[in-house]
């Protein structure tokens, strides 16, 4: 049976700009797949969680697979809080907390939005940044507190979860610290075209390399 890969999101998918003239996701993802399948790029760099729905209005009305990859920017929003002082640890957690809850929320309304399209769905979490960067540590740190929302809204709902901190692990995979690379696209599309294709096992999707 023919195929139709609708990606939705943000600049995960919609890298065009960022791969000095090379493919974007949605390219590398169109050659991973079989020749009569299809691949539709809705995602907009720069966009948030709340984006998606809008983006699900203009939904192919042959989709018949939907990956959402958002939440960076969103995640980004909150970096303000790691410049916050304060006297205890205790209260960085109760900060970010905060910050979790608001997250979680727009996510779920997101999830659900998705859901009720009643099409195969898979999301992915946020990845980190090159590990080269001085801030990598802190930056994958604080990133988890958002990806444990992520991993909740999928798993809850036994959806496939592709896992983006798996999947680009080098530096090459990174265009900038929150773009992926060609070398990164083109883990990201073969992942997603295992998930596409049924070759995966299980509910997280990590493979990434393509020959």
Not at 88 to 100: D, M, P, R
Request: with cysteine; charged share 15%.
């Amino acid at each position: 049976m023919d195929g139709h890969v609708v990606l939705l999101g943000d600049s995960i998918f919609d890298n065009g700009v960022y791969v000095n003239g090379g493919p974007d996701v949605a390219a590398q993802l169109q050659d991973e797949l079989p020749r009569s399948w299809r691949t539709t790029l809705l995602a907009r760099d720069g966009d948030v969680i709340s984006g998606v729905k809008q983006q699900l209005d203009a939904l192919p009305a042959d989709a018949t697979h939907l990956v959402v990859s958002v939440g960076g920017n969103d995640a980004l929003g909150f970096a303000h809080l790691l410049q916050s002082p304060v006297p205890t640890a205790a209260e960085a957690f109760a900060l970010f907390n905060g910050a979790q809850e608001q997250f979680r929320a727009g996510y779920e309304a997101m999830t659900e939005f998705v859901v009720t399209a009643g099409l195969p769905s898979a999301f992915c979490t946020i990845y980190d940044t090159p590990s080269s960067a001085p801030a990598y540590p802190v930056i994958r740190t604080a990133l988890t507190v958002f990806n444990d929302c992520i991993t909740r809204a999928a798993f809850s709902r036994s959806l496939p979860l592709v896992d983006l901190r798996l999947i680009c692990s080098e530096d090459g995979d990174y265009a900038n610290p929150i773009e992926p690379s060609v070398q990164g696209g083109r883990k990201i599309a073969s992942a997603i075209a295992a998930w596409a294709l049924d070759r995966t096992r299980g509910s997280i999707v990590i493979a990434g390399n393509s020959n």
